[in-house]
């Protein structure tokens, strides 16, 4: 039987999502090493992508079982074997599409990154058609994509936590996702780059908190940040307490008031802006027709001086 997929280098399949290969800064080694299974006919460091419907459907379900896992148990405590077997698939088709645990981390990051500015994207677009974007569908519409990408989002953090190159990474993806807020301001409220700048720093702390809130974080993550929960004599977690789970049921619906609100100060803010840069360019432009209406042309006084003259060398 002819082979049906063909052999790619690890660098393309690891960038799959280009759209943010610029975010990304290339793909280092991890910090630990990953023993692999070359398939037959294969290459080291070598990934075979899929060519039919079949294949794609595999690595699709790869990739989500990957999100899982990395989610739940980190990158160094999630195993290839345990995504195999989330994903329902065979340990040798994993490594087939994925040689090492490294570059499933790395299609995951792109992946979040790559969904996560699509809507950015789609939001700012809407924002310049013809149909205006209230600021509070604004607000449910950042919140709502946040929601949707709990999973890939705790699955990147966990990437990001073991890489050598966190730090660079991390304020890469932080400065291009706080460009496209900024211009998504601008588009949709009409915010000055300055103004835009400054909203986008702290509507991006808002929407960081969505996942701790709706419960896509860990429970230390959410011990920590509701400053609840303690461990056990083992040093065993003990969770959210149940006052604490009631406590994030009732914060995520403040949390999308809080962010309507100051989508609507964004909003109001950069509409009294604009409407005072145009009073004052009007009442400047006011200013100079009046001073030019008043001020006697050169031409006019010279001939009013000259035809006095010569009415007083008549007489």
């Not at 490294?102 to 992946?111: H, I, M, N, Q, S």
């Not at 900024?182 to 780059?193: I, K, P, Q, V, Y």
């Not at 803010?269 to 042309?297: F, V, W, Y």
């Amino acid at each position: 039987m002819a082979p049906t997929d063909s052999v790619v280098p690890v660098s393309e399949a690891a960038s799959a999502l280009a759209a943010t290969s610029n975010v990304m800064g290339g793909s280092p080694a991890a910090k630990q090493s990953q023993k692999r299974v070359v398939p037959a006919g294969g290459a080291p460091g070598a990934a075979v992508a899929p060519k039919r419907a079949r294949g794609e459907r595999r690595v699709a379900a790869i990739i989500d079982a990957g999100a899982a896992v990395f989610a739940e148990k980190g990158y160094d405590g999630a195993t290839m074997t345990e995504i195999a077997a989330r994903a329902d698939t065979a340990i040798g088709s994993l490594y087939r599409f994925f040689p090492t645990k490294a570059t499933l981390a790395d299609v995951l990051f792109k992946r979040y990154a790559e969904r996560l500015f699509e809507g950015m994207a789609q939001l700012t677009e809407q924002a310049a058609s013809a149909l205006p974007l209230p600021s509070a569908s604004l607000a449910d519409a950042l919140i709502d994509c946040m929601l949707a990408l709990q999973s890939d989002r705790a699955a990147a953090i966990a990437m990001l936590d073991a890489r050598d190159d966190t730090e660079a990474l991390r304020a890469n993806f932080r400065a291009e996702l706080l460009r496209r807020i900024g211009a998504l301001l601008r588009t949709a409220a009409g915010a000055s780059d300055a103004y835009a700048a400054v909203s986008a720093i702290v509507l991006l702390q808002l929407l960081k908190c969505v996942p701790v809130l709706a419960g896509g974080e860990t429970d230390s993550v959410k011990r920590d940040a509701l400053g609840r929960g303690k461990d056990d004599a083992n040093g065993r977690a003990t969770g959210i307490s149940r006052r604490s789970a009631f406590a994030l049921a009732g914060t995520m619906e403040e949390l999308r008031a809080l962010t309507r609100l100051y989508t609507a100060r964004i909003y109001a803010e950069s509409a009294d802006s604009g409407a005072a840069g145009a009073t004052a360019l009007a009442q400047g432009d006011k200013k100079g027709r009046s001073k030019a209406a008043g001020k006697p042309r050169a031409g006019g006084a010279s001939a009013d001086a000259n035809g006095a003259a010569g009415d007083a060398e008549k007489a």
